[in-house]
Every structure is written in structure tokens, then in C-alpha cells.
């Protein structure tokens, strides 16, 4: 006999297909109707929600292959709730354009229905009346004794509820590749000192230690694993939280930056701009062994066939063991022309229900938002991610990189500070270290 959950996915599948089609449908107007026909007698149900969904415009940056597929989840899963999500995807790792894209939309004075705004800009937009309150849903779905704590302090403001959680992403994650690791009878580093011994076995057998790229919202994410490693949770909070300008002078900032320009060395040769997908694709194709990436690399190596218990491995980045520098998506509900509050409303309910939570999560890479998600169900990089972000006794810290901790313009000065110390080898990191402290000013 076939399960709720069995149903659910099989459902949730057929959904998915049936939306796909009907934007094939576009194209091919004909046999796309007689498949839709034939599709609806064997899924009645499926396809009556999928007829009387109501669509709402869904602008965010979900565009590589593990992006899209965890998006496909929630497509499926609202679909079932009368809800047809209308992707307005803009590339772009990090979200640079995507943001950019929203503020010239609403400029316009045509905002989309749903934004993935995350993290503190969330309160920005929020302030300047675009962002409907979502108490309603919250308390209906019991989202403040269910949620993380911290999740709901992310997405609470001023005591209003701003937007719908979908998933915690670890950004100081190293992953490995595990055929070339054994290989060469190495073992994932747990420090720095093992990481440089590593290294130096990886480069003698011609392998890139460390994928790559040169963005600089790339290298404040590695940038920010290697701080949080140096100066530990209490001083990163000082120094990204409370942005104590001063803090960005002392002896430790100039350690982790002399290790991030190490490391952007390490591979030898000249590094070079490039999307994160394709640092991801040097460690899937062995040409590289390690990246240092936040999570969603997993659900990109998973896209592409990879396995985390065979192919790949996750530990934290050395020195942030029992730490958890975390990223939340979410998704902010939009005052916009089309005035469906209501549907707004149901998609902040499905998008946090335990099964989208679960089907959305081990897609993206990241984990649920759940404190009662049943943890034996997520493979090994996830259970590990999960666990310390639950564990009242670990550092859970946020990650300034990806809006988690200021607004849009000091991560960007900061990002920039940092590639231009990084492409300028002649400049002394006592120099980098004057630009960020002059970038980084208390809130
Ligand atoms: C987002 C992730 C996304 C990543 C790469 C991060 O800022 O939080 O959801 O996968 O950027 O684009």
C-alpha cells in the first residue's frame, strides 16, 4: 500500500511534469494539449490544481543545475496548493543581479509577488513598505515553537514576521573529493597545518589543491570561513555583528588574510573571475580536490550525479569545527499589482511544510528550518550541518557574505576590499586591513 509520503511524492513529480509541459505548451500548442488531456484522465486531482493555480511571479537567483532542481520541489509542491510559481530567474551566484533586477523592478513600480530577500537587507526593503507581514501564516503554522530560534529571530522584525525560511545553508563547509583523497591515502584536514601538508602532496601529483574563482563575492564567502577559523565566534561577532571598526586593525585580520592570499596562490598559475559552478565542476572532475563553499556546491555535485557518502565529503573549513556560519534563504512577500495575499500567504505555508522542507532541502544542499525534522532522513553533510546548528552548545554565527549580517553596500565595500588585496600582490595586508575597517561601520 502506498504511503502518505509516497503519494505526496508521486504527486509532487506528477505535478512537476504536468508543469513543464504546460510551458512547453507555449511552443507546441497541439500535442502538448493531447498529452495534457491524456495526463489529466490518469491525474485527475493533480491536474485540477494545477488548472485553477493561481500564479505569483517568484524573482530570485536559482539558476544553476542543484538551484533549479530544488526549485523544481517547491514548484511541485505549491502546485498541489493552488499556487503556480512564475520563475523570474537571474543568474548570477550570490544574487548581484538579482537584487539589482528587484530594485529597478520596483522602481518601475512593478514589484514581483514573491522576493528571495534575505538576511538583514530584508529589514531594508521591509522599511521601505514593500514587504507584507506574514503573522497570519506564522502563528496559524506554529512557525515560533517549530522553527530554529534563530531562523525566527532572522525573520522577525520589529515583532512582525517579514518572510518564509526555506533552508540554512553551512558556508564554511570544505568539500572534498573522495576518489582522489584515497587515492592518495590522504585524510580531509582538520587544521591549517594538515591542510598545508595536504596540499603539498595534491600539487607534487599535479592536482590543484583548491578550486577557485576570483569573484569577489566568492572570496569574501572563503574569506569569512578562514576569519570566523582565526579569531573565533566571539571576536568574528565583533567584528561582522557589532562592525567594530577598530577590530579590522588587530593581528588577526592580517593572518587571515595572509591565508587567503595563500591559498588563492596555492594552485600556482593566474586565478581567474569565474562562476562558482565551475570551481565546483574542477573538484566533480578531479582536476581540483578541495573547494571552500557554502552548501549549495553539495546540491550542485548531487545535480550532476555526484554522491556525498561515495563521491564527495564535507568537513568544516579548519579551525570552525563545532561552528556553523550559516546563510537562510528566504522568501519575502511582496506588496505588488496583482494584490493575491492570499496565495502570497498560502506559499509561506507549503514552502515551510515538513514535506516541501525536506524535498526543497536535499535538493538545495542546505537543511531544514525545523527543529522537528527527522535527521536520519539527510545524508551525511547534512546530518553534520544540522546537528550543529541545533546544538545549544555551538557557535552559530552569521554570514556577512551573504546578507546575513549588513546591509547590501557594506558587504559589497567588503567583498571589494578584498579582491582588490587579492588581485594587488604588492598591497600589504595592513593596507587591506585599513580599507575594511574604513568599510566596516557600526550599525
Ligand atoms: C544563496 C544561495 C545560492 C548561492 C549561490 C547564496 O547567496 O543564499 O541560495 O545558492 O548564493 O548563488
Given at each position: 500500500?502506498?504511503?502518505?509520503?509516497?503519494?505526496?511524492?508521486?504527486?509532487?513529480?506528477?505535478?512537476?511534469?504536468?508543469?513543464?509541459?504546460?510551458?512547453?505548451?507555449?511552443?507546441?500548442?497541439?500535442?502538448?494539449?493531447?498529452?495534457?488531456?491524456?495526463?489529466?484522465?490518469?491525474?485527475?486531482?493533480?491536474?485540477?490544481?494545477?488548472?485553477?493555480?493561481?500564479?505569483?511571479?517568484?524573482?530570485?537567483?536559482?539558476?544553476?543545475?542543484?538551484?533549479?532542481?530544488?526549485?523544481?520541489?517547491?514548484?511541485?509542491?505549491?502546485?498541489?496548493?493552488?499556487?503556480?510559481?512564475?520563475?523570474?530567474?537571474?543568474?548570477?551566484?550570490?544574487?548581484?543581479?538579482?537584487?539589482?533586477?528587484?530594485k529597478s523592478r520596483v522602481l518601475m513600480g512593478d514589484p514581483p509577488d514573491v522576493?528571495?530577500?534575505?538576511?538583514t537587507t530584508l529589514t531594508d526593503w521591509n522599511d521601505m513598505g514593500l514587504v507584507?507581514?506574514?503573522?497570519?501564516?506564522?502563528?496559524?503554522?506554529?512557525?515560533?515553537?517549530?522553527?530554529?530560534?534563530?531562523?525566527?529571530?532572522?525573520?522577525?522584525?520589529?515583532?512582525?514576521?517579514?518572510?518564509?525560511?526555506?533552508?540554512?545553508?553551512?558556508?564554511?563547509?570544505?568539500?572534498?573529493?573522495?576518489?582522489?583523497?584515497?587515492?592518495?591515502?590522504?585524510?580531509?584536514?582538520a587544521n591549517w597545518e594538515e591542510f598545508e601538508g595536504v596540499a603539498h602532496k595534491?600539487?607534487?601529483?599535479?592536482?590543484?589543491?583548491?578550486?577557485?574563482?576570483?569573484?569577489?563575492?566568492?572570496?569574501?564567502?572563503?574569506?569569512?570561513?578562514?576569519?570566523?577559523?582565526?579569531?573565533?565566534?566571539?571576536?568574528?561577532?565583533?567584528?561582522?555583528?557589532?562592525?567594530?571598526?577598530?577590530?579590522?586593525?588587530?593581528?588577526?585580520?592580517?593572518?587571515?588574510?595572509?591565508?587567503?592570499?595563500?591559498?588563492?596562490?596555492?594552485?600556482?598559475?593566474?586565478?581567474?573571475?569565474?562562476?562558482?559552478?565551475?570551481?565546483?565542476?574542477?573538484?566533480?572532475?578531479?582536476?581540483?580536490?578541495?573547494?571552500?563553499?557554502?552548501?549549495?556546491?553539495?546540491?550542485?555535485?548531487?545535480?550532476?550525479?555526484?554522491?556525498?557518502?561515495?563521491?564527495?565529503?564535507?568537513?568544516?573549513?579548519?579551525?570552525?569545527?563545532?561552528?556553523?556560519?550559516?546563510?537562510?534563504?528566504?522568501?519575502?512577500?511582496?506588496?505588488?499589482?496583482?494584490?493575491?495575499?492570499?496565495?502570497?500567504?498560502?506559499?509561506?505555508?507549503?514552502?515551510?511544510?515538513?514535506?516541501?522542507?525536506?524535498?526543497?532541502?536535499?535538493?538545495?544542499?542546505?537543511?531544514?528550518?525545523?527543529?522537528?525534522?527527522?535527521?536520519?532522513?539527510?545524508?551525511?553533510?547534512?546530518?553534520?550541518?544540522?546537528?550543529?546548528?541545533?546544538?545549544?552548545?555551538?557557535?552559530?554565527?552569521?554570514?556577512?557574505?551573504?546578507?546575513?549580517?549588513?546591509?547590501?553596500?557594506?558587504?559589497?565595500?567588503?567583498?571589494?576590499?578584498?579582491?582588490?588585496?587579492?588581485?594587488?600582490?604588492?598591497?600589504?595586508?595592513?593596507?587591506?586591513?585599513?580599507?575594511?575597517?574604513?568599510?566596516?561601520?557600526?550599525?
Amino acid at each position: 500500500m502506498q504511503s502518505a509520503t509516497d503519494s505526496f511524492l508521486e504527486c509532487n513529480a506528477q505535478g512537476l511534469r504536468q508543469a513543464k509541459e504546460l510551458e512547453m505548451n507555449r511552443r507546441n500548442a497541439h500535442r502538448q494539449v493531447m498529452k495534457l488531456v491524456l495526463s489529466v484522465s490518469l491525474w485527475v486531482p493533480c491536474w485540477t490544481a494545477l488548472a485553477q493555480a493561481m500564479p505569483l511571479d517568484v524573482l530570485h537567483w536559482w539558476t544553476s543545475a542543484g538551484e533549479q532542481l530544488a526549485v523544481e520541489q517547491l514548484h511541485a509542491s505549491l502546485l498541489l496548493s493552488g499556487v503556480r510559481w512564475t520563475d523570474v530567474a537571474v543568474p548570477g551566484g550570490g544574487g548581484m543581479a538579482a537584487v539589482k533586477v528587484l530594485k529597478s523592478r520596483v522602481l518601475m513600480g512593478d514589484p514581483p509577488d514573491v522576493a528571495q530577500l534575505i538576511g538583514t537587507t530584508l529589514t531594508d526593503w521591509n522599511d521601505m513598505g514593500l514587504v507584507m507581514p506574514l503573522n497570519a501564516v506564522a502563528n496559524r503554522q506554529r512557525w515560533a515553537p517549530t522553527l530554529f530560534p534563530t531562523v525566527m529571530k532572522l525573520v522577525t522584525y520589529k515583532g512582525v514576521v517579514i518572510a518564509a525560511p526555506l533552508g540554512i545553508h553551512r558556508i564554511n563547509t570544505l568539500f572534498y573529493n573522495r576518489h582522489v583523497f584515497t587515492r592518495l591515502g590522504l585524510l580531509p584536514p582538520a587544521n591549517w597545518e594538515e591542510f598545508e601538508g595536504v596540499a603539498h602532496k595534491l600539487s607534487a601529483q599535479g592536482i590543484k589543491p583548491l578550486a577557485w574563482s576570483d569573484e569577489a563575492w566568492q572570496i569574501a564567502t572563503v574569506f569569512e570561513s578562514i576569519l570566523l577559523g582565526e579569531v573565533g565566534p566571539e571576536r568574528y561577532r565583533e567584528l561582522i555583528v557589532n562592525r567594530k571598526s577598530s577590530a579590522w586593525l588587530e593581528p588577526g585580520i592580517e593572518k587571515a588574510l595572509t591565508r587567503l592570499r595563500w591559498l588563492r596562490n596555492i594552485n600556482g598559475g593566474s586565478p581567474k573571475e569565474r562562476a562558482w559552478t565551475d570551481a565546483t565542476r574542477d573538484l566533480a572532475s578531479e582536476s581540483a580536490a578541495m573547494q571552500i563553499m557554502g552548501d549549495w556546491a553539495k546540491g550542485e555535485l548531487m545535480a550532476w550525479g555526484a554522491n556525498p557518502e561515495k563521491d564527495f565529503g564535507c568537513v568544516a573549513v579548519p579551525g570552525t569545527q563545532q561552528m556553523h556560519l550559516y546563510s537562510v534563504d528566504t522568501l519575502a512577500m511582496l506588496w505588488s499589482k496583482s494584490k493575491r495575499t492570499a496565495t502570497q500567504e498560502k506559499l509561506a505555508e507549503v514552502v515551510t511544510s515538513s514535506p516541501t522542507q525536506l524535498a526543497y532541502n536535499r535538493a538545495k544542499g542546505s537543511v531544514p528550518v525545523r527543529a522537528d525534522t527527522d535527521v536520519a532522513s539527510l545524508d551525511s553533510c547534512a546530518r553534520d550541518s544540522w546537528s550543529v546548528f541545533a546544538a545549544p552548545g555551538s557557535a552559530r554565527v552569521p554570514s556577512l557574505a551573504h546578507r546575513m549580517a549588513a546591509d547590501e553596500a557594506t558587504k559589497d565595500a567588503v567583498a571589494q576590499a578584498l579582491w582588490r588585496f587579492l588581485i594587488t600582490p604588492q598591497m600589504p595586508a595592513k593596507a587591506a586591513q585599513r580599507r575594511l575597517a574604513s568599510a566596516v561601520r557600526a550599525p
